[in-house]
């Protein structure tokens, strides 16, 4: 296997995330482009991220909160109203701690975790500014618009026509509030809130673990509390046991698993359980776990070669789909499977010489599927996720000149790329619906450090006003 899909930072190794090499500002030429050293990029993880946590657990110090301050133009964390850049009242970020909406949780001896009571009543909602044509933008974190969310804390997955989307939070300031939410798009009803006050940091499992929030100290023991969103019933739920690594952490909907080295493929049989057991020993590597209504999927590349794999209870791992290609981004909805098959002497390190957008349906029970030819892509790499709704697929993918989003009309295979809103603004795709693209957007002082500043909402009804056809 390549060195270069193993590359990690120490805060994406503390965090068990993967470490992002693609900045918000866009990619560099070939033959420098930071997605050519790993295939597990995204916008999120560098160190320069204002989620880098200080002291002996967690990464360098002095650089907790830096880029929240100055994303936030500054301004103070607090419960006034102030005017929000989106031309509303802001309501400030006191809903954080009011001490009638939260109730304490033991989580971990050093944290001061909170949940709230009833999350739609505290959860403000973001306040929204028309940007174009089918479009909406607005502050990631509702209130006063300051602080930031880190794109390799952000979730999200399909749920029917919905999605659901999970946030990791932050305010600026010198004593900053970790905030986890899961929201319930496009109504925004939050299915969980829980704010983190103590010397620790919240964050939501990682970028295919949206039920998934974990707590762990800034300094001391490095250990981590794991809490489940159970959706059936909509409430959180924390595990008995702590654990001590949560690298490459995942859900599938029904419970939770890891994979292990890119070699192993680990899952908890129940969701409250802290016991993992192998599912699958790959022959190559692994890539690009993912879940949704219990069934598990990942890629592995062979060298030459790839292929789909999926998994769930009560069935042995199935090769779904297999080819030539190397599988470099993968996502699926309850009924489609697409990803992106690239080829290429350094396809292994995440540089393409061709690619085109492969899909086939999610067969039940599971076996192998049909699949479909979708259209060449003018991508020389490929960052973040892939994500699948209705007849929708969406990417991050990479030119010899700039990272952009992509969207695929699977109806009549049609690529568009979307248009830029902010020249100066890195972005990249968070999520997708069976109606709404959505995308995280990296305002100038905040572009490169990993986290974003803004969200933005387009309607893919109106996709031609904001996106043009390849």
Same mark, same amino acid.
């Given at each position: 296997?390549?060195?270069?899909?193993?590359?990690?930072?120490?805060?994406?190794?503390?965090?068990?995330?993967?470490?992002?090499?693609?900045?918000?500002?866009?990619?560099?030429?070939?033959?420098?482009?930071?997605?050519?050293?790993?295939?597990?990029?995204?916008? !999120?993880?560098?160190?320069?991220?204002? %989620?880098?946590?200080?002291?002996?657990?967690?990464?360098?110090?002095?650089?907790? +909160?830096?880029? +929240?301050?100055?994303?936030?133009?500054?301004?103070?964390?607090?419960?006034?109203?102030?005017?929000?850049?989106?031309?509303?009242?802001?309501? =400030?970020?006191?809903?954080?701690?009011?001490?009638?909406? @939260?109730?304490?949780?033991?989580?971990?001896?050093?944290?001061?975790? %909170?949940?709230?009571?009833?999350?739609?009543?505290?959860?403000?909602?973001?306040?929204?500014?028309?940007?174009?044509?089918?479009?909406?933008?607005?502050?990631?974190?509702?209130?006063?618009?300051?602080?930031?969310?880190?794109?390799?804390?952000?979730?999200?997955?399909?749920?029917?026509?919905?999605?659901?989307?999970?946030?990791?939070?932050?305010?600026?300031?010198?004593?900053?509030?970790?905030?986890?939410?899961?929201?319930?798009?496009?109504?925004?009803?939050?299915?969980?809130?829980?704010?983190?006050?103590?010397?620790?940091?919240?964050?939501?499992?990682?970028?295919?673990?949206?039920?998934?929030?974990?707590?762990?100290?800034?300094?001391?023991?490095?250990?981590?509390?794991?809490?489940?969103?159970?959706?059936?019933?909509? +409430?959180?739920?924390?595990?008995?046991?702590?654990?001590?690594?949560?690298?490459?952490?995942?859900?599938?909907?029904?419970?939770?698993?890891?994979?292990?080295?890119?070699?192993?493929?680990?899952?908890?049989?129940?969701?409250?359980?802290?016991?993992?057991?192998?599912?699958?020993?790959?022959?190559?590597?692994?890539?690009?776990?993912? =879940?949704?209504?219990?069934?598990?999927?990942?890629?592995?590349?062979?060298?030459?070669?790839?292929?789909?794999?999926?998994?769930?209870?009560?069935?042995?791992?199935?090769?779904?789909?297999?080819?030539? @290609?190397?599988?470099?981004?993968?996502?699926?909805?309850?009924?489609?499977?697409?990803?992106?098959?690239?080829?290429?002497?350094?396809?292994?390190?995440?540089?393409?010489?061709?690619?085109?957008?492969?899909?086939?349906?999610?067969?039940?029970?599971?076996?192998?599927?049909?699949?479909?030819?979708?259209?060449?892509?003018?991508?020389?790499?490929?960052? !973040?996720?892939?994500?699948?709704? !209705?007849?929708?697929?969406?990417?991050?993918?990479?030119?010899?000149?700039?990272?952009?989003?992509?969207?695929?009309?699977?109806?009549?295979?049609?690529?568009?790329?979307?248009?830029?809103?902010?020249?100066?603004?890195?972005?990249?795709?968070?999520?997708?619906?069976?109606?709404?693209?959505?995308?995280?957007?990296?305002?100038?002082?905040?572009?490169?450090? !990993?986290?974003?500043?803004?969200?933005?909402?387009?309607?893919?009804?109106?996709?031609?006003? %904001?996106?043009?056809?390849?």
């Amino acid at each position: 296997m390549k060195p270069g899909r193993r590359s990690r930072s120490v805060r994406a190794l503390l965090w068990g995330l993967p470490l992002a090499l693609v900045q918000a500002a866009g990619c560099q030429p070939a033959g420098q482009h930071p997605a050519a050293n790993a295939r597990t990029g995204g916008l !999120g993880g560098g160190a320069g991220s204002a %989620f880098a946590a200080g002291g002996s657990s967690l990464a360098a110090a002095g650089e907790l +909160g830096r880029a +929240g301050g100055e994303s936030g133009g500054g301004a103070a964390t607090g419960a006034g109203g102030s005017e929000d850049a989106t031309g509303g009242t802001a309501v =400030g970020t006191g809903w954080l701690t009011d001490p009638g909406a @939260w109730d304490p949780v033991a989580t971990l001896p050093a944290c001061s975790t %909170f949940v709230a009571r009833h999350p739609a009543d505290t959860w403000p909602g973001f306040t929204y500014r028309d940007c174009g044509a089918g479009c909406r933008e607005a502050h990631v974190v509702p209130g006063d618009g300051a602080g930031l969310a880190v794109t390799l804390g952000t979730s999200a997955r399909s749920n029917g026509d919905d999605l659901l989307l999970s946030l990791s939070l932050q305010t600026s300031g010198d004593q900053p509030i970790y905030a986890l939410t899961t929201l319930a798009f496009g109504a925004e009803t939050p299915l969980a809130l829980v704010s983190e006050r103590g010397p620790c940091l919240a964050q939501i499992g990682g970028r295919g673990a949206p039920l998934v929030y974990k707590i762990a100290p800034f300094q001391g023991k490095l250990e981590y509390r794991v809490g489940w969103l159970d959706l059936t019933a909509p +409430g959180l739920s924390w595990l008995d046991s702590t654990v001590t690594t949560t690298l490459e952490t995942f859900d599938f909907g029904t419970s939770w698993g890891r994979m292990d080295a890119r070699a192993t493929m680990l899952v908890a049989d129940t969701p409250l359980s802290t016991e993992l057991r192998s599912i699958y020993g790959a022959r190559g590597t692994l890539f690009d776990p993912s =879940g949704n209504g219990g069934i598990l999927a990942w890629t592995e590349f062979l060298d030459p070669g790839g292929q789909v794999l999926a998994w769930k209870a009560g069935q042995d791992v199935t090769v779904v789909a297999e080819g030539g @290609w190397d599988a470099t981004r993968f996502g699926f909805s309850s009924d489609r499977f697409a990803w992106i098959g690239a080829t290429g002497a350094r396809v292994s390190e995440g540089s393409f010489e061709s690619a085109r957008l492969y899909s086939c349906k999610v067969p039940s029970p599971l076996a192998a599927c049909e699949i479909e030819e979708g259209p060449v892509l003018p991508l020389s790499s490929a960052k !973040g996720i892939l994500a699948v709704a !209705g007849h929708y697929v969406a990417f991050n993918g990479c030119s010899t000149a700039q990272c952009d989003v992509y969207i695929v009309d699977w109806n009549d295979q049609s690529l568009y790329l979307l248009s830029r809103l902010h020249a100066d603004h890195g972005v990249e795709m968070i999520g997708l619906s069976a109606n709404e693209l959505f995308v995280a957007d990296s305002s100038p002082d905040v572009r490169g450090t !990993g986290d974003f500043d803004l969200i933005l909402r387009y309607d893919l009804t109106e996709l031609e006003s %904001f996106a043009t056809r390849l």
